[in-house]
């Protein structure tokens, strides 16, 4: 559970990802579509005026969740050279508006209302988020944000380089994570990049998506897994759905509070005189692949719509429980 966790519950849900490259960002926006008060989804990492925007909004219209708000977000140079899905979404699906940080600004604001606060879950570089704490700062202290990526450095896979949502932007994670007056928790590469969260062709998950008789919403999910296969990839560790459950609060993550100090370069280092951050140091993978699989089989027996008992469903049990953990996305 995470330290100091908010007894919240109700709250809308934000989704920020960089979706069409890694396919873990497909897989958690169906989950989030399947079992969270989904209202918006940010991109980053952006390029050609929405592209990654346009592939999240087709899906979710794939998914009958016409109603999320979908906004382009910021774009970084060299991001087309993460993208992997070409011709997914057809030629003639009309773009979202251009991606200008007012209309993300907007969107937040439509969200949060005029005194309700919201989760923001984070799956991509921190971009948006630290225009949004420059831009409107009462906004971005009203968001309780579950970011995913960073870690300590000498536990990162390359030490010598941060982990990549960070990297990608190092300056705005900085921002983020050092500003004393955000609601930050880490979901760290060192948790999520294992092969406790490997999802490979002969994945359960995978082969559900990809049948024959599977919807468009799962045959787009697993297309975007093929991509990924194809670049000599041999499977895609599933961080990003990891960390919607730690938003969600289903209580897979363990956390720990750790004071750091991050580098320029985004890399994250012990110190006691740092900055107090809550992070990752565990997961009962075992319990998360399970979920996962219950959320997938569900949205293909039933439709995909959402169902707020999903949030609180453990594998095992009859019936939804309450999870007893007090984060943020609940029955709204």
């Known amino acids: 559970m995470r330290p100091g966790m908010r007894p919240m519950d109700r709250m809308p849900a934000i989704i920020c ?27 980053s990492d952006e390029f050609g005026g929405g592209q990654r925007a346009r592939l999240a909004r087709f899906l979710l219209n794939l998914c009958g969740r016409t109603g999320v708000v979908v906004v382009a977000g910021a774009e970084i140079e060299g991001a087309q050279a993460r993208w992997v899905c070409d011709g997914l979404v057809p030629a003639g699906f009309p773009p979202v508006s251009a991606p200008v940080t007012g209309s993300v600004i907007d969107a937040v604001r439509a969200v949060l209302g005029e005194t309700g606060r919201a989760a923001w879950i984070g799956q ?34 390359r030490p010598d380089r941060a982990s990549h949502n960070l990297r990608m932007d190092p300056a705005s994670a900085r921002t983020v994570l050092t500003a004393p007056d955000l609601d930050v928790a880490l979901v760290t590469s060192d948790v999520t990049f294992t092969p406790e969260t490997a999802i490979d062709a002969d994945s359960e998950v995978y082969q559900l998506l990809a049948a024959a008789n599977a919807p468009k919403w799962a045959k787009l999910v697993a297309a975007g897994y093929d991509r990924w296969f194809a670049g000599e990839r041999s499977a895609s560790m599933a961080a990003d759905p990891l960390t919607v459950t730690a938003a969600a609060g289903m209580g897979f993550v363990e956390f720990a509070t750790h004071h750091v100090t991050v580098a320029p370069d985004a890399r994250m280092y012990d110190n006691p005189d740092g900055v107090a951050l809550s992070m990752s140091v565990a997961a009962d993978y075992a319990a998360f692949r399970a979920w996962v699989t219950t959320v997938v089989q569900h949205a293909l027996e039933v439709g995909m719509r959402y169902d707020p008992a999903l949030i609180g469903h453990k594998p095992g049990n009859t019936r939804p429980v309450a999870t007893g953990h007090a984060m943020p996305i609940g029955t709204r």
């Open 17 to 43: 990802t960089d979706v069409g490259h890694d396919p873990d960002d497909l897989l958690a926006l169906i989950l989030a579509a399947a079992a969270l008060p989904l209202r918006l989804v940010v991109t």
């Open 124 to 157: 991509g570089p921190m971009s948006n988020l630290a225009h949004l704490y420059a831009d409107a700062p009462g906004l971005a202290r009203r968001l309780t944000i579950m970011q995913m990526g960073g870690g300590f450095a000498h536990l990162y896979r």
